[in-house]
């Protein structure tokens, strides 16, 4: 067996004095004696520096905010890891969480990369964190093992494919969004295993409202995303972007244009009922999931999200996918 790798433990920090100590105290308490903690205080203007040398962590202070990719990139640099592992500062470790990412790295010398999942009870109560949690806990622990993509909210990369694969790209996302997927894309094309474990579990710590989430969705999530896909040129086949969330997004579609008809013609409404069946039926595991956990209510709560969900994320990739089409034709006919 290899000897235990060293890891360097890298927390991109930006305003973070609500959630910060008590991640690093959670790292701080970990079984896994063999690493460091770097924060990168992103240009912070609250004490998130401070919470951090009170720790006794290192901590590096950027003079202008760049962004969570910048920040992970400038620990990076510093780190003194063979390992690089990315943790949010709104996110919690278990005892045993560094000890589980240094195993699986000792003993797959083929590992390049992996990441874990949020858990099922998430700290923030309200409805909308809740709902978000559970959401982004049910898709990673339903998708594949191989991963074609990657997660810095709990992530780990070998040093060495890191800086082969340039780190993470801060002009072009200079604020939180999908550098981490875009890494992970990136990495693939070069030939890297990237791993999904399910049993690597961190809680989330960050309250949602229904404005911060749409906009994170929209603007930071499925526009940078949906343009990124179009630009590639293949819709990769993995955590969100499987067969039944394609299909969900054209019947939600259906559905709205279905209720907005029903305005002028009653008769439609026959047909929203139609495809809102079809809706649930194919997200059916899903809904089984919330009831167990939350209840009939929350469930039910929560299809109408999941539908809202998928009507945006189609119309913003079929507006990216129109856009880029127009700009291609422009472009060979100028």
Not at 76 to 97: M, N
Not at 180 to 209: P, Y
Not at 311 to 319: C, E, M, T
Request: charged share 25%.
């Amino acid at each position: 067996m290899a000897e235990p790798p060293f890891l360097s433990i890298i927390i991109p920090a930006r305003n973070a004095g609500a959630h910060l100590g008590r991640c690093l105290d959670a790292l701080l308490a970990s079984s896994y004696a063999s690493r460091e903690i770097i924060v990168v205080d992103d240009a912070s203007t609250d004490d998130t520096a401070e919470i951090a040398r009170a720790r006794g962590v290192t901590v590096r202070e950027r003079p202008r905010r760049a962004g969570p990719g910048a920040a992970r990139n400038e620990g990076a640099l510093r780190a003194r890891g063979e390992i690089l592992f990315f943790v949010d500062a709104d996110v919690l470790v278990t005892e045993g969480t560094v000890a589980q990412v240094a195993d699986r790295f000792r003993e797959d010398p083929h590992l390049d990369a992996l990441f874990g999942s949020y858990d099922d009870s998430p700290s923030e109560k309200g409805f909308f964190s809740q709902y978000k949690n559970l959401s982004h806990h049910y898709v990673h622990q339903r998708s594949g093992e191989e991963a074609a993509t990657f997660w810095a909210g709990c992530g780990a990369v070998r040093k060495e494919a890191f800086e082969r694969a340039g780190g993470f790209d801060p002009k072009r996302y200079p604020a939180p969004s999908i550098e981490d997927i875009e890494l992970g894309c990136r990495m693939k094309e070069m030939g890297c295993r990237i791993l999904l474990d399910k049993t690597l579990q961190v809680k989330h710590l960050k309250k949602w409202t229904l404005v911060s989430l749409l906009r994170a969705d929209i603007l930071h999530r499925a526009v940078p995303w949906s343009m990124l896909i179009v630009e590639k040129g293949r819709i990769p086949k993995d955590l969100n972007l499987q067969w039944k969330s394609r299909v969900s997004a054209l019947v939600a579609g259906w559905l709205a244009l279905m209720l907005g008809l029903a305005v002028l013609q009653g008769e439609c409404l026959y047909g929203a009922l139609l495809f809102a069946v079809i809706l649930a039926a194919l997200n059916l595991d899903f809904y089984s999931f919330l009831f167990r956990k939350r209840g009939l209510s929350f469930a039910v709560l929560s299809f109408f999200m999941q539908a809202l969900y998928y009507l945006y994320s189609g119309l913003v990739f079929a507006s990216c996918w129109t856009i880029h089409a127009l700009s291609g034709r422009s472009r060979a006919e100028s």
